[in-house]
Nanobody, 116 residues
């Protein structure tokens, strides 16, 4: 059974930090590269950070140097440390596997709002 439960969002002032967490089902966590996605108001959902099973990571240019993705293999969790948040980081954040297949299950996401 697929499980994706995101948490840790909130309201923060520009320049502040948040740490998001995602609990994933063991099967998904072990089989796939995991990613954090962001859906800004009125925009499509895009990947902002990915972490491979090897531990390698990559980031969208817009968050590079500010966000850090990590995974805890013992707990099947993926985290996203977000520093120096800016207003353009506002959106709903989701975790999921990468790449997507087009018929993917999504969790409820967690809202991040950055006030300027």
């Amino acid at each position: 059974q697929v499980q994706l439960v995101e948490s840790g969002g909130g309201l923060v002032q520009a320049g502040g930090s948040l740490r998001l967490s995602c609990a994933a089902s063991e099967r998904m966590f072990r089989m796939y590269t995991m990613a954090w996605y962001r859906q800004a108001p009125g925009k499509q959902r895009d990947s902002v950070a990915r972490i491979f099973n090897t531990g390698a990571t990559n980031y969208a240019d817009s968050v590079k140097g500010r966000f850090t993705i990590s995974r805890d293999n013992a707990k099947n969790t993926v985290s996203l440390q977000m520093n120096n948040l800016q207003s353009e980081d506002t959106g709903v954040y989701y975790c999921n596997k990468w790449p997507l297949t087009g018929s993917d299950y999504w969790g409820q996401g967690t809202q991040v709002t950055v006030s300027s």
